[in-house]
């Protein structure tokens, strides 16, 4: 298949790309480490300057991905190599460059596959009453994660455990290929016959359970509590660097910026689309998700006086199921319907993640689209099936280093490579009223610095998103 021919293959209408953007930004950022953030830093203290910086990313990196995408014509590779003759540098220089994200979305891709293998086991017994049964003992239902995530060290000893126990004896081997196989059959079918008609049915499937979630939640005794707190702002906390560094790291991944997913999918959207609404109803609707996901687990767990001091995957895994599994019969259909969520969650996260190198392999190699898509996630499950003992370690080595280093080498393309006559071009296609001029200073002297600060300070900090 040609790279014209790929082109066609784009998102049908503005609905149907905001949708599959806001599935791509909406994932395990906003479900198991939001309202930890929350907790942990105090209510609005927190949420205030978390407001504050997707805003400012909103206005600046998401736009600017969506732009370059759109301008180039392609995924980071070809962009990245269009934007450096823009500005009278190699091609071949920028598409070496933008091999990066690339690389950094693949890897994402491949740790998110065993994340989601554990979401599709839970899931299932969730809906099969497997859960509920176990009740509120945390050690019986952390018995099951660990099961599912086994611990181990090296990539040697999961090598060894492998060879040992085959890929169905080493943690969640089958449930994996299953998250892969679900993830193959979405996206051969295409970008508008695939992607976006999962994400059509899935987002607004994801925001429905979550808010009647919050609905229900809202009604139990102590529930009051939870909000209480949510609601509270500790003036002196503002001062707290820490709030600041991590709403920032918060609002940063949530949204995506990474110099690849983004770019992806705005080579696929029509001219004709206005850049700043599309990425203004992203970032406001990814908001909007986290704080329904917020919105359901504190004043959960303050149902039970439960503390909220796990975060990462032990929240979602261990403590959440044992909060619903005490909420009587009635929670039995509250976790099944968490789960689900999730699963939509991540199911739209992963196609995105996964869609970066496909289109890498349709560009630089002309391989049609099922060609490419089975040789990535082929690729994708193998290191996945390999890497389960130590999934938190990859995941760590991927979003603390590539993907700022990724999202920074756009910003940097775009606002520092490409001459400003072309930036404003490109952002201003489709707008029913051009942007102003705070745009590009914005995005050259805050955005790109901040992408900058992202990597620094996650490499300080073990990870600020």
């Known amino acids: ?150 611990g181990s060290n090296t990539l040697g000893e999961g090598i060894s455990m492998m060879l040992q126990n085959g890929i169905f004896g080493i943690g969640n081997g089958f449930w994996i290929i299953v998250a892969v196989a679900v993830s193959v059959v979405i996206m051969a079918l295409g970008v508008a016959g695939g992607i976006e008609k999962a994400c059509k049915v899935m987002i607004p499937l994801l925001f429905g359970l979550f808010l009647i979630m919050a609905v229900y939640i809202a009604f139990l005794p102590g529930a009051g509590d939870g909000y209480q707190f949510i609601f509270t702002l500790d003036i002196n906390g503002l001062l707290n660097w820490k709030v600041w560094i991590y709403a920032f790291g918060q609002a940063f991944f949530s949204l995506s910026v990474a110099g690849n997913g983004s770019v992806i999918y705005g080579s696929y959207l029509g001219k004709e689309v206005e850049i700043s609404s599309s990425a203004r109803n992203v970032a406001v609707f990814d908001t909007l998700a986290a704080l329904v996901a917020m919105f359901v687990i504190i004043p959960a767990m303050a149902t039970t006086g439960s503390e909220l001091s796990t975060k990462g995957p032990g929240l979602m895994f261990v403590a959440l199921p044992g909060v619903f599994n005490g909420m009587g019969g009635i929670g039995w259909i509250i976790g099944a319907f968490f789960f689900i969520a999730v699963l939509f969650a991540g199911t739209t996260s992963i196609i ?53 280093f990724g999202a920074a080498l756009a910003g940097i393309m775009f606002f520092w490579i490409m001459k400003k006559q072309t930036v404003l071009d490109a952002v201003n296609q489709g707008a029913h009223k051009e942007i102003g001029g705070w745009f590009y200073p914005l995005g050259k002297w805050i955005y790109v610095p901040l992408c900058i600060i992202a990597l620094i300070a996650g490499a300080a900090l073990g990870g600020i998103g």
Not at 358 to 372: C, D, N, T, W, Y
């Open 1 to 150: 298949m040609s790279n014209a021919e790929n082109k066609r293959d784009g998102f049908k209408n503005r609905w149907g790309f905001i949708l599959a953007c806001i599935g791509s930004a909406v994932g395990m950022a906003n479900i198991w480490r939001f309202p930890y953030m929350v907790a942990t830093y105090g209510g609005l203290t927190f949420l205030l300057p978390y407001f504050l910086f997707v805003l400012l990313i909103g206005a600046s990196g998401v736009m600017e991905e969506f732009s370059l995408g759109r301008w180039g014509g392609a995924g980071p590779v070809g962009s990245f190599g269009k934007a450096m003759q823009d500005g009278g540098k190699p091609k071949k220089v920028g598409e070496a460059i933008g091999a990066l994200p690339v690389i950094g979305s693949m890897g994402l891709a491949i740790g998110y596959s065993v994340v989601m293998g554990w979401i599709f086991k839970y899931t299932k017994m969730s809906i099969t009453g497997e859960m509920f049964a176990m009740g509120q003992d945390m050690n019986i239902i952390g018995g099951t994660f660990d099961a599912a995530a086994p």
């Open 352 to 404: 995105n993640l996964y869609e970066t190198p496909v289109a890498f392999m349709q560009e630089k190699f002309h391989l049609g689209r099922i060609p490419s898509v089975v040789v990535i996630h082929a690729i994708g499950l193998i290191v996945a099936l390999l890497i389960q003992p130590w999934t938190s370690q990859w995941m760590d080595m991927v979003s603390i280093y590539i993907c700022p």
